[in-house]
């Protein structure tokens, strides 16, 4: 084993070092004060449980807090800033950063770095102090690692000054992700509030935001007054004829995704799709049962296609743009859950409930634009998440090429 | 003997549920609910009897041990005896010999005599003594092995349990004990899970239904309810606490099972309901209809049958008066609308019928639709309530209280979404008592409440398919917050910057990387690449 990593900071050359995480660092368990005694609760101290420890990379505050008398008279100790919170059971790995001090419970094997191990050095190495958790873990009720077997884990690391810098430097790059993460969540709530704007609410008849020149009042007409709905149906599986030279694209509720329809899973073979109406491009489907959360979801079809019975299609008519209507049916996809039968295992809507909807639109010029513009939105917000994506894999490649 | 004094109504219940602590570990809360009922009703009977014997012989006490031996002297005298005998039954109905009472029994149990024959003997002795406890015992079985190995462990068990009993004075305080055996009854409901959940409603439903029954007859002499799946009987004495003539109240009830029947019967006794009050049956309401003897229709019927059950659904019933008018019945494996119609053709055009049933009922299609139609039609679903899930013992799902009249003006249907208005307690819902007076003070005004109430024109109902589904006449969704948009600008301009500021950071310390190799630093430029796009 190479004791380099591929990629390292200018300057530096020397070989890392192996050692015992128990040598570098110090572990730590928690405890739990008497949840009986009202003394030792609701004091200053953080007190963690390992529910709490995922989502953030920094922690400074706890849901629950003890007194320093619940302190006492518990096994939990006052841990410093910079100890990387670590669980131990229930979910081994799940890891934070004290950015206060604090105490944890008995569900933490934390790790409390010395003068040779830098915080964030050891917290970007999450991924391996999982492995080997999950790996050396026992326990019959649930693994456990437990704090002896977490101080032997073999490590590799380099002088105090190259932990720092790649400390610093994978710290800059999860706080580059989270604000990338946070531009993309922003844009989606500006989508959102656009929504808001340029639909109406209920009760009235335009919106509170318009292109230039469109004044008229919106219409308000029933899906089943403006299309002739469709459902298909699931060829014969024991038939073979069915699925041999699939060639005609068969869609099914797991293949919408709220937008335009350009994969997917299965096709069917020309003896099946002369049983089914083959619908065109541009026409709009909606999921009608298939798991509650599944109730609503819509797909664009951007190829000819037929489709089974789980969804309604709509097909394109001349009054109604296809892509203003399933930014609208989008929108307001929790109508739709007010219609589910509410008391089966599985909820459904049927094709009525979906010919009574009731859709607002304007004239088709202004859709046209109201379209555009989601359409333009929407490709914005899927660049953001793309752009996600990649810094996130970007990490991903540099972890395994800065570390040994 | 001891004698616990003046105990309240709470601890007598909690005294009474402590005892079964003797019986709890030898068999579950569905056979031993049985002995300690069954034993509690005895005592309560025996208590009875003996002070009133007492005052009749102008003796007057509270000891119960002073009343047995004025009864025991009064019975060894001859001239005395018929004479008192007769006075006594004409007061309480039946007479147990001295030797049988409970008081004595016990006494027999401290001197380790005790014959579990000599109970049995009381037991038939009261079955025998009037129509009203007739088998009313027989679900008693004091020779079980659940009870013991030999008779010997079977005597002690039964010993036990009335050594237990006989520390608590339960004869004076009648409404007392009857609402004891009310907190016994939803304790063994409790205890059951699913198996025996079913013949007790817990009392804040039931309370809700016989307020909505009762609203503006509380002053009517001679008002009759009827109860078609009566369980316990629970149900249907509510009507007792909300009549301002409880004694003129007439108590129609079937039930199925023979055992639950035998509580009902004790549970109207200790509740002090009247002979000539009283009407249960034992049968099954998806059989033959009953009542068929006047009077057949109520002012009231209250119902909370066994959801979706299966019956036989056999084609003479589409003969039956019940069923006949709506052309179809009921699918075989869910009989919901079947107990509905029963229960509907035995309500009085000027009464109020409640019914819990499970939500499917207001939307399954098929023959249920039509007789879901049917009832729309000529307008007798007035109300649908929707409840929390997770407030009955033996199932979570959420449950429905429909109300129907007969001869309404009008076919709306008043909707209340009461689904979210609960007190989440250890392992169920419960309705307090703030929300039960929601609902039937918004039921009353019978005015929209909105995400609470929806009052739906008929024309609505037929615009939904005769589909009742609460959500698409009450819409609890709520609203989106509105984005400020002001807000949401500045904190993306602040974002984008703070966005700029990292990845040049980002972008000078990957300036410092190097590779040790070709293609690791061609992937390594790659990557700054992808900082130099910019936003």
Redesign the interface.
């Known amino acids: 084993m190479t004791k380099q990593p591929e990629i390292r900071f200018d300057g530096f050359s020397d070989d890392w070092e192996q050692r015992k995480l128990g040598e570098v660092s110090q572990i730590m368990s928690g405890g739990t004060p008497s949840t009986s005694t009202p003394e030792f609760w609701n004091g200053g101290i953080d007190w963690y449980s390992p529910v709490e420890i995922g989502d953030q990379i920094f922690v400074n505050g706890s849901q629950k807090k003890i007194t320093e008398l619940g302190l006492q008279k518990s096994s939990a100790k006052i841990l410093p800033v910079g100890t990387v919170l670590f669980t131990s059971r229930a979910g081994i790995g799940n890891t934070a950063i004290l950015a206060k001090e604090g105490c944890t419970n008995q569900g933490f094997q934390s790790i409390v770095p010395g003068d040779e191990l830098d915080s964030y050095f050891i917290f970007s190495r999450t991924n391996e102090l999982k492995r080997y958790g999950e790996t050396n873990g026992a326990g019959s009720t649930f693994t456990e690692i437990s704090g002896k077997q977490m101080a032997k884990m073999p490590i590799l690391i380099p002088k105090m000054d190259e932990q720092k810098k790649i400390g610093a430097f994978f710290k800059t790059l999860d706080h580059a992700v989270a604000l990338q993460n946070c531009k993309l969540e922003e844009m989606q709530l500006y989508k959102k509030a656009m929504l808001q704007k340029m639909f109406p609410k209920n009760g009235e008849k335009v919106p509170e935001i318009r292109f230039d020149g469109f004044n008229n009042d919106w219409e308000q007409r029933k899906i089943g007054e403006l299309y002739k709905t469709y459902s298909g149906a699931t060829p014969l599986r024991s038939k073979k004829e069915n699925f041999i030279n699939p060639t005609t694209p068969w869609i099914k509720t797991t293949d919408l995704r709220n937008m335009a329809i350009i994969f997917n899973e299965e096709n069917i073979s020309d003896i099946a799709a002369n049983k089914l109406k083959l619908l065109p491009k541009n026409t709009v489907l909606i999921a009608m049962y298939g798991g509650f959360n599944q109730i609503g979801r819509t797909g664009l079809l951007t190829y000819s296609a037929t489709i089974n019975q789980a969804l309604t299609a709509l097909e394109p008519i001349d009054d109604v743009n296809s892509y203003f209507l399933i930014t609208e049916l989008n929108y307001r996809v929790n109508e739709w859950k007010k219609l589910a039968a509410s008391s089966r295992k599985d909820p459904n809507i049927t094709k009525k409930d979906v010919e009574n909807f009731i859709l607002y639109y304007p004239d088709l010029e202004e859709q046209q634009k109201i379209g555009a513009f989601f359409k333009s939105l929407d490709d914005i917000i899927d660049l953001q998440n793309n752009k996600v994506k990649k810094l996130k894999e970007m990490k991903k490649a540099l972890l395994q090429k800065m570390f040994v | 003997m001891s004698q616990v004094a003046t105990t309240t109504s709470k601890t007598l219940s909690q005294a009474l549920w402590n005892s079964a602590d003797i019986l709890r570990s030898k068999m579950d809360a569905n056979e031993y609910k049985t002995y300690l009922l069954s034993l509690v009703f005895y005592k309560y009977l025996s208590d009875k009897m003996l002070l009133k014997a007492s005052e009749l012989l102008e003796s007057d006490t509270d000891d119960l041990a002073q009343a047995q031996r004025n009864f025991e002297e009064a019975f060894a005298d001859e001239e005395l005896r018929d004479e008192l005998i007769n006075a006594v039954k004409e007061d309480v109905s039946y007479v147990i010999e001295p030797k049988l009472t409970f008081t004595h029994l016990v006494d027999m149990v401290n001197k380790g005599k005790f014959q579990l024959e000599d109970l049995a003997q009381g037991f038939r002795e009261i079955e025998q003594s009037s129509e009203i406890f007739e088998n009313l015992f027989e679900d008693v079985d004091l020779y079980s092995k659940k009870l013991g190995p030999n008779s010997s462990k079977q005597n002690q068990t039964i010993s036990a349990l009335m050594k237990e009993l006989a520390t608590l004075d339960i004869a004076h305080n009648g409404d007392m004990l009857g609402d004891a055996y009310e907190y016994l009854i939803g304790e063994f409901a409790a205890d059951s899970g699913k198996k025996a959940g079913e013949f007790y409603t817990p009392q804040p439903v039931s309370q809700l239904m016989t307020k909505i029954v009762m609203q503006g007859k509380e002053n009517q002499k001679g008002f009759s309810v009827y109860d078609p799946t009566m369980g316990s009987g629970s149900l249907m004495l509510n009507a007792k606490k909300y009549s301002n003539e409880p004694g003129t109240i007439g108590y129609f009830g079937q039930e199925l099972n023979t055992s639950t029947f035998n509580l009902a019967r004790m549970n109207m006794i200790l509740h002090g309901v009247d002979i000539e009050n009283q009407h249960l049956n034992n049968a099954d309401t998806l059989d033959g209809d009953w009542p068929t003897d006047e009077p057949t229709n109520f002012e009231a019927v209250l119902m909370n049958p066994p959801y979706s059950a299966k019956w036989s659904a056999e084609k003479g019933f589409l003969d039956d008066p019940r069923f006949s008018s709506y052309g179809v019945l009921a699918p075989k494996s869910k009989a919901d609308f079947a107990f509905l119609l029963h229960g509907f053709y035995h309500l009085k055009d000027t009464g109020t019928m409640a019914i819990v049933l499970?939500?499917?009922v207001l939307?399954r299609g098929a023959a249920e639709g039509k007789i879901r139609q049917a009832l729309l039609d000529q307008g007798a679903i007035d109300t649908v309530i929707g409840l929390p899930a997770n407030i009955f013992f033996n199932t979570s799902?959420?449950t429905t209280i429909i109300i129907l009249k007969k001869n309404r003006s009008s076919r709306d249907v008043f909707f209340i979404d009461a689904s979210n208005d609960f007190e989440k307690a250890k392992t169920q819902n419960n309705l307090t008592p703030e929300h039960i007076e929601k609902i039937l003070e918004t039921y009353i005004k019978r005015e929209n409440i909105e995400k609470y109430a929806h009052l739906a024109s008929f024309e609505e109902i037929v615009?939904n398919?005769f589909n009742l589904?609460i959500?698409?006449y009450v819409?609890?969704?709520e609203e989106?917050e509105?984005?400020n948009?002001t807000e949401?600008s500045n904190?993306?301009r602040a974002?984008?910057k703070?966005?700029v500021q990292?990845?040049t950071?980002?972008y000078d310390?990957m300036k410092?990387?190097?590779?040790?190799?070709d293609e690791?630093a061609q992937?390594?430029a790659d990557?700054m690449s992808?900082l130099q796009v910019g936003e």
């Open positions: 499970p939500h499917g939307f799902i959420p615009e398919d589904n959500p698409r819409d609890t969704f989106e509105p984005i948009l949401l904190s993306m974002t984008n703070a966005i990292a990845e950071e980002l310390m410092e990387l190097t590779a040790n190799n690791t992937q390594l990557l992808l």
